[in-house]
């Protein structure tokens, strides 16, 4: 089967660096993402890591390693917009599949 | 460019009563479809996906089904609801490769009364 486990909750203020992490295990491995999600919305994309290392889209990077099924979701310069649920998702039992964990819950304060 | 369209917002029913929501995904052909459900503060539980017109996985047993009658149109349905069955379902799609992009629905608020 596939699972994923994330903290359910962070805490940062405004302006900082906080690193939401994710561990996986999934029978097939073909990627790991996040998407964002504000409360009463639906997720939203905003990285996918195929590859070990670091991607960065803005103030967001987002890094893998596939040998420890690890990744992370990096987050600078905080804004309050910023306040929002965050899931890592993989793709695993064959690729089209995509299976979210329980997401962690980012709030950012003043 | 591709959209995707899920109704209705919010629906309340009672308990008993069936159920029918839908989602059509504009400006793609053959897309993977997808409904998940999220309880209050909870993450996205998959229920089904489909590959094709016809195919249909399902991933927790439960009182709902699905259907794709059409290339871009997925139903999710239930003869009688639970209480249980209240939750925020969400539809969304993906190409057929490994890119995990998916784009959601804006998402159906369901309450069971």
């Known amino acids: 089967g596939q699972s994923l486990e994330q903290p359910s909750e962070v805490t940062a203020v405004e302006g900082a660096i906080v690193q939401i992490n994710c561990t996986y295990q999934?029978?097939?491995?073909?990627?790991l993402s996040w998407y964002q999600q504000h409360d009463g919305g639906a997720p939203t994309f905003l990285s996918y890591?195929?590859?070990?290392g670091l991607e960065e889209t803005g103030r967001f990077s987002s890094f893998l390693s596939r040998s420890d099924s690890y990744g992370y979701l990096l987050l600078q310069e905080l804004q309050m917009k910023d306040s929002a649920s965050y899931f890592c998702?993989?793709?695993?039992?064959?690729?089209?599949?995509?299976?979210f964990g329980a997401g962690t819950r980012l709030a950012v304060h003043p | 460019s591709q959209t995707i369209h899920q109704w209705p917002a919010t629906l309340v029913q009672p308990v008993g009563s069936p159920l029918s929501l839908e989602c059509t995904v504009e400006?793609?052909?053959?897309?993977?479809l997808y409904w998940y459900r999220q309880a209050a503060g909870r993450g996205l539980q998959l229920l089904f996906y489909?590959?094709?017109?016809?195919?249909i996985s399902s991933e927790v047993p439960q009182n709902l089904s699905a259907s794709r009658p059409q290339d871009r149109q997925f139903i999710l349905s239930s003869k009688k609801l639970l209480l249980s069955d209240s939750g925020f379902y969400l539809c969304?799609?993906?190409?057929?490769?490994?890119?995990?992009?998916?784009?959601f629905g804006q998402g159906t608020r369901l309450t069971v009364v």
């Open positions: 969304a799609w993906s190409v057929t490769d490994m890119n995990t992009e998916a784009f």
């Open positions: 999934t029978s097939g491995f073909y990627g």
């Open positions: 890591n195929a590859l070990d």
């Open positions: 998702a993989v793709r695993g039992g064959g690729y089209n599949k995509l299976i």
């Open positions: 400006g793609t052909s053959n897309p993977n």
């Open positions: 489909s590959v094709g017109i016809g195919q």
